[in-house]
């Protein structure tokens, strides 16, 4: 039971271009929502969370939109550097309970140079 | 404060042998997890403390696993009869209780020959 789905494995973008990767999920308990960001030997980083009483959280090049109805949620990098090639994992919590996190699959993302 | 700590890095192990792995989470951190992830999927729930007390199991958390945080500081993984199947990346995160998102460690990767 995939509760949290990213439906494309990798995307490739040019350096300066906007990328954009897409999630969607299928628990309506989840009103938080999170983007890691993992290198190879790394554990996950924590990059940018939007509650659900938002629909846009922006921090500098990363920007997380929220589409409720939908069940879908998306993140914008603008613009793309070869420092953000990495496996993206969106992720999504009640905010009650423990904050037990429920992870995707996960993106890769190619930035060419 | 160095961040989350796992140790050993890497464990190979024969099936059937025991392992224990360790994790040191950000000191003023009141909950810590235990994620599992294998190739090509997201990290998945295994269980989280808060402080000492063990609140919640996944399924995925058989019998033979199982997980200690003696007060409410560093908590060790333990798998007896190792199976091939248990190969994977276990990853250690920990977060405050005003959730903002966890901080992984760099993860323990069991190999079971």
């Known amino acids: 039971d995939q509760q949290v789905k990213q439906n494309s494995p990798s995307l490739s973008v040019q350096e300066g271009r906007i990328s954009i990767l897409n999630c969607d999920y299928t628990n309506s308990m989840f009103d938080y929502f999170l983007w890691y960001k993992k290198y190879p030997a790394e554990g996950p980083t924590f990059l940018i969370s939007?509650?659900?009483?938002?629909d846009k959280n922006e921090d500098g090049r990363f920007t997380v939109f929220l589409n409720k109805s939908a069940k879908h949620l998306s993140l914008h990098i603008v613009p793309s550097q070869p420092g953000d090639s990495a496996v993206y994992f969106c992720a999504a919590s009640p905010h009650t309970g423990g904050f037990k996190t429920i992870f995707g699959a996960g993106t890769r993302l190619f930035v060419k140079a | 404060d160095t961040g989350v700590s796992q140790d050993p890095r890497h464990k190979i192990t024969k099936r059937g042998q025991n392992v224990t792995f360790r994790c040191d989470p950000i000191s003023e951190h009141n909950r810590l997890y235990w994620y599992r992830q294998t190739l090509g999927q997201g990290p998945e729930f295994l269980t989280y403390?808060?402080?000492?007390?063990?609140?919640?199991k996944s399924r995925l958390l058989s019998d033979r696993f199982s997980a200690e945080r003696p007060k409410g500081s560093f908590s060790t993984l333990e798998i007896q009869r190792t199976e091939q199947g248990d190969s994977a990346m276990y990853l250690c995160?920990?977060?405050?209780?005003?959730?903002?998102?966890?901080?992984f460690g760099s993860g323990t990767r069991l190999t079971v020959v």
């Open positions: 403390f808060q402080n000492e007390a063990q609140l919640e």
């Open positions: 939007i509650s659900s009483i938002k």
């Open positions: 995160a920990s977060s405050l209780l005003q959730f903002e998102g966890y901080t």
